[in-house]
């Protein structure tokens, strides 16, 4: 750029004049340049410095929202266990109930209630009622069990969340690294 200087220099015939001038010129700004490349380096390193921590506060966020996910799954399946129990002891409540209008109706009706048809009806109601609790357990575990695998599942996604924010991270941090590299 100098010898640039002083050829436009000595064209226009300033001579030594114009030449010391003009590399003088081409000397601040080269300096100025070296300084704007250095000053842009640096806020170009602040930039992606933010980025990164940017990406990793992202994805710790995202894994945080997904944990309480889970944690909400959790709860979900204790719940649904208490529910189910709250729900079979209604159940045992009323088969308690039915038998015992079965023996007062049988026992007002002169009916020995330890055979025949009273029996039968006993049983018939405690097989029924058996049926039904065996249903609600049943249907209770399942249903805890998919809260726990939903719980599960979040807690996975977490997991991923956070690898995928350092992953970012780096991959900003590494970008940094290949632009200075080939800027020499």
Do not use: H, P, Y
């Amino acid at each position: 750029m100098q010898v640039a200087f002083a050829a436009l220099g000595s064209l226009f015939g300033g001579g030594g004049a114009a030449a010391g001038a003009g590399a003088a010129a081409a000397g601040t700004a080269a300096a100025a340049g070296g300084f704007g490349s250095t000053a842009l380096t640096v806020l170009q390193g602040v930039t992606a410095t933010i980025s990164a921590l940017g990406q990793i506060g992202a994805g710790n966020a995202a894994a945080q929202a997904s944990e309480d996910e889970a944690i909400r799954a959790d709860l979900q399946a204790g719940q649904e266990k208490v529910d189910a129990t709250n729900q079979q002891t209604q159940m045992k409540q009323e088969l308690m109930r039915i038998l015992g209008e079965n023996e007062v109706a049988a026992a007002n009706a002169g009916i020995d209630i330890s055979a025949g048809i009273a029996q039968q009806a006993n049983s018939a109601t405690k097989r029924d009622a058996q049926t039904n609790l065996t249903v609600s357990r049943n249907d209770q575990e399942f249903q805890s069990a998919l809260f726990r695998l939903r719980a599960k599942g979040l807690r996975r996604k977490a997991d991923s969340q956070r690898q995928a924010g350092l992953l970012n991270a780096f991959g900003t941090a590494a970008g940094f690294g290949i632009d200075l590299f080939e800027r020499g």
